[in-house]
């Protein structure tokens, strides 16, 4: 069971609890992976696969796909507005933070994250298949417009929040946040033409806020991480971010969901956008 001290401790679900729920026709399964071919190998009985890059991101405006085209995509994996989506995927739930991140930004707040996803499913040798499950199709209401301004914050936004010395979070690895390189080490520079992270930020890895087998920390380490240690406090607009949105995504879960922060963004564009960005301040520590 989930830690009964979350704020929301309804916002996760352990492997025991969905193993017995695989059958339930009130909720919907949802793999995300940043290895769009994982789901293909073996995945968790009546789970659908949304690909963070093909299902979720408009190729032509670097943007979140439009209201229209995400009734289209919960429609054609069979779930409505009251349907509960739980998350799972690879790399410690990056990847299904962030498709619950973004399925916010359509108005579909009933979701939850599996505690430890993909790798802890399989570390209990719980089952897995390959057969893709098909679905009902509904008929999913379209928003007029996505609702970005609660969860979602741009460049301008963060330059001002970075001004005005508010809480802002850098959850890359310490040596992304130095400067002293500009990506992971196992992931190409992909352009990004300086290294360093925004003024005013503040370092939290991700993982600082997971468990080596990819669960959540318990809510009185994770109080001490972002409230005691840093001193934030849970009515303060904060924003997060890391190099395209996934990890932050992350991080916006935890202060969110597991501590109750009413006032987190996550900006996506992250270092990506920032350090590309001509006449935007740098730091490098």
Known sequence: MSDSA????????????????????????????????????????????????????????????????????????GITPETTVIFYGDKANWWAAYALWAFQLYGH?????????????????????????????????????RLDSKVR????????????????IDVRSPGEFKGEVTHMPEYPQEGVLRGGHIPNAKSVPWKTAANDDGTFKSAEELRKIYVENLGFLPEDETIVYCRIGERSS????????????????????????????????????
Do not use: C, M
């Open 109 to 145: 707040t009933n979701s939850k994250i599996l505690n430890g996803g993909r790798a802890k499913w399989i570390a209990e040798e719980r089952p897995l298949v390959k057969d893709v499950p098909q679905f009902a199709a509904t008929q999913y209401p379209q928003i007029a417009e």
């Open 153 to 168: 914050a741009f460049r301008d936004e963060t330059i001002a929040h970075s001004a005005a010395k508010k809480p802002l």
């Open 250 to 285: 992350h991080t916006w879960f935890v202060l969110t969901q597991l501590l109750g922060f009413p006032k987190v963004r996550n900006y996506d564009g992250s270092w990506t956008e920032y350090g590309n960005s001509v006449r935007v301040p740098i730091e490098k520590s």
């Open 6 to 77: 979350y704020a929301h401790p309804e916002s996760l679900v352990d492997t025991a609890w969905l193993a017995e729920n695989l059958d339930n026709p009130n909720i919907r399964i949802v793999e995300s992976n940043e290895d769009v071919l994982l789901y293909g190998t073996g995945h968790i009985p009546n789970a659908a696969h949304v690909d963070w890059k093909e299902d979720l991101q408009d190729p032509v405006t670097r943007d979140f796909i439009s209201p229209e085209a995400f009734a289209a995509l919960a429609s054609r994996i």
